[in-house]
């Protein structure tokens, strides 16, 4: 298996800009988390999915970010309208079960909003 | 929520020399994992140990899940060792959450 695979690997956008995170799990793989990278608050879940259904989206940091699984291969992150303070680095991560086994990272999409 | 915190915050060795870095945790934990980012930013799987000791090559890991800590050895350290350390765990109690919550890192430069 290839791994976890996001796109894209760096994003540069305008403020106020939509922005689009992409994630393709491990195949087989049946929870699938996104993380936030950043210098102030290390790194923090957002939200994550069980079988294509978000199970908790506590982290998701306000009403502008959403997430959406719409099969078992696929899922996005959007930011609308992206501000510069969304500037971070954000990891997909799928995982088999979910506990007591270990969760596989993405390389990350670096994400600058200016 | 369960805390999680790593020391030394940094650390720089020469070529060769050894080091642990500690992770402590707050409450009792199902999972517990020890990843590297490497200077290009990618989160390396080390570990998965919520108890015991593993061992992969010139790193090994021991968690005493019941002292509520693991440790990460690193011997003969490389070049290619520095990056940050991060512990990662995932809470014990109250049904599966499936959230790992990260340690602060522990910074490695590892100099030639």
């Known amino acids: 298996d290839a791994g976890v695979i996001q796109s894209p690997r760096h994003e540069v956008t305008e403020m106020g800009q939509e922005v689009t995170l992409r994630c393709k799990p491990i195949?087989?793989?049946?929870?699938l988390f996104w993380y936030r990278q950043t210098m102030m608050r290390g790194l923090e879940l957002l939200i994550y999915?069980?079988?294509?259904?978000?199970?908790?989206d506590s982290g998701m940091p306000e009403d502008r970010f959403s997430a959406k699984m719409p099969n078992a291969s696929f899922s996005t992150l959007k930011i609308q309208p992206s501000e510069p303070r969304d500037s971070a680095v954000y990891f997909c991560?799928?995982?088999?079960?979910?506990?007591?086994?270990?969760?596989?990272f993405g390389q990350g999409t670096r994400l600058t909003v200016v | 929520g369960i805390q999680v915190e790593q020391s030394p915050p940094d650390l720089i060795l020469q070529e060769g020399a050894n080091s642990t870095l500690r992770c402590n945790f707050s409450?009792?934990?199902?999972?517990l994992q020890w990843f590297h980012q490497n200077p290009w930013g990618q989160l390396i799987n080390l570990f998965y140990?919520?108890?015991g000791t593993k061992q992969n090559g010139r790193l090994s890991a021991t968690t005493v899940a019941t002292e509520r800590y693991s440790l990460l050895y690193i011997s003969s350290s490389q070049t290619t060792d520095s990056g940050v350390y991060f512990c990662?765990?995932?809470?014990?109690?109250?049904?599966?959450?499936?959230?790992?919550?990260f340690g602060t890192g522990t910074l490695l430069a590892v100099q030639p």
């Open positions: 140990i919520p108890s």
């Open positions: 990662a765990v995932e809470r014990g109690y109250g049904g599966a959450t499936n959230k790992l919550i």
């Open positions: 999915f069980n079988n294509n259904v978000p199970i908790d």
């Open positions: 409450d009792s934990v199902n999972n």
């Open positions: 991560a799928s995982s088999l079960r979910g506990t007591n086994t270990e969760a596989f």
């Open positions: 195949s087989g793989h049946d929870y």
